[in-house]
């Protein structure tokens, strides 16, 4: 079985653009957002981030797209 690792924690809307940068790389993403699974759950959660996974086998080839990614935010 393959191993996820986080490698983002930011708002959703962040979260969401790093993956749409993966996901076009073809690299697999998976997003937990704590504070939409409580909400879809029926009781609320404090904070507003989400988490971005992707497999620990993929992390050498999305390394350039994150500090791209990262450096974007620094602007």
């Keep these: 079985m393959k191993e ?3 490698i983002y924690t930011g708002t959703s809307i962040l ?7 993966l996901d076009k790389a073809k690299i697999a993403t998976l997003i937990k957002d704590d504070k939409e699974s409580g909400r879809l ?3 609320g959660t404090t904070g507003g981030s989400s988490n ?3 497999y620990k086998s993929d992390f050498e080839g999305a390394q350039k ?3 791209d ?3 974007e935010l620094n602007l």
């Design 4 to 6: 996820h690792i986080k």
């Design 15 to 21: 979260t969401n653009r790093l993956a749409f940068l």
């Design 41 to 43: 759950a029926g009781f």
């Design 52 to 54: 971005l996974f992707i």
């Design 65 to 67: 797209i994150i500090t």
């Design 69 to 71: 990614f990262k450096e």
